[in-house]
DNA sequence: TTTACATTCAAACAAACGTTTGATACGCTT
DNA sequence: AAGCGTATCAAACGTTTGTTTGAATGTAAA
């Protein structure tokens, strides 16, 4: 009756979800119409409802914490030093957040959620923020050692999350100011690789004070 | 007939527009509503029109950019070393941003529009954003000496507003990761110390490249 | 073919939105 | 007191929102 690879069904579920992607992390969830998403997807616009039961549900589905648990997997089979492992994250991280060619919307839209708390909310702290401070708090205690102090590794991490989501959140300003500017991929790897120098000079100091 | 200091109507467009910047901080401009506005103002749904044209007219005169640029001068005006006013200036933006007993609602009102373009973004980027990048860009400058490029010094003062921005924009998220956690000003000027501190060494890296 | 069920569709739904209207109340000058 | 312009108000306007409905369509088993 259905749930072949490849049916009617499963594709317009498929290009819903794909639809959905593009439009929430391009307005947000409150800025997003399911008018718009059905428009883009060549669905009716019931079709949201009938196949996830709201805007929420849909939202829910859209969602795919999959490409950062992959990441942060692969991450940490890269082995290497703590610091080399750090500028690999940066920059496969900025890569999700900046560059157009990749895949993982739901990163970016997971970017937008974080200052507008949507239903959804609870569950991405849950399942990808979570595990994602926790990732990065202990590759930060591998280069910062054991003697920093828990709050002081807390705020490193929060310094280098704010660098990084900071070209994602102030974009529409950015672009203003500099509208020549285009994150290709080299751009966005300079601009990695300056957070990781800025970043781990700053732990550096952090965690080895020199008196003056 | 009217414009006296005081009067009913100035009375009106005052807890009018206290109400706008409370809600348009909280929920942004596109989640606040008229009549939230006007229940907390407690006025008639009518007066937003009445008296500001349209919602976009309240929110451009809700903005209110003097007090970050009076931060500004004042932070020129007390002199010092440039790494001591990079403090100074760290600890009054981040005050301005999360502290709630600080009235400079604005700057928080500015700080969700920048993911978010409204129609008063352009006049945002233009009155406010401008000229404090170039403030910091300045300071910058006197901190990392005239060897640093340009772009390496801007991408110095990304990093900064970055890690101050991350705060305010991941506040709903740090708020489910660390319920206990209380922004009072005690904590504020920890945070700014840090970012001052974890900054510093991060120029410092920037502008003088030690070869391993 | 007939039957049964899943999917699609145009249309309508109720609610919320920003905005407008026309009447009313107020404050001031004459 | 009369007249005039401003401010406030309840009510309604026209849109847009997410969602629901009931009929039409497609698909696969009986």
């Known amino acids: 009756m259905m749930h072949e690879a490849g049916t009617a069904t499963e594709q317009t579920r498929a290009r819903l979800l794909d639809a959905a992607r593009e439009v929430f992390s391009q ?34 589905e859209a969602l795919n914490f999959a490409p950062l648990k992959a990441m942060q997997l692969a991450n ?16 496969d991280f900025m890569l999700m957040l900046l560059d157009e060619t990749n895949g993982s919307l739901p990163c970016r839209i997971m970017a937008r959620e974080l200052a507008d708390p949507t239903p959804a909310l609870d569950k991405i702290v849950r399942e990808a923020i979570a595990p994602l401070h ?42 203003r100011l500099h ?17 990781a120098d800025f970043s781990l000079a700053g732990i550096n100091a952090i965690s080895k004070p020199t008196a003056k």
Request: glycine share 10%; aromatic share 8%.
């Open 134 to 175: 926790e990732f990065l708090g202990e590759l930060l205690r591998e280069i910062a050692g054991e003697k920093t102090g828990e709050a002081e590794l807390r705020r490193c991490m929060h310094s280098i999350l704010g660098q990084c989501l900071y070209y994602r959140h102030s974009h529409p300003v950015l672009q």
């Open 76 to 91: 940490i089979e890269a082995g290497g030093a703590p610091e080399m492992r750090l500028c690999l994250f940066i920059r």
């Open 27 to 60: 307005h947000g969830f409150q800025g997003a119409t399911v008018r718009e998403i059905c428009r883009r997807a060549e669905a009716n616009v019931a079709a949201v409802n009938y196949h996830f039961g709201s805007k929420d549900g849909l939202l829910a």
């Open 179 to 195: 509208p020549r500017l285009r994150y290709d991929q080299k751009e966005i790897a300079a601009i990695a690789l300056h957070i």
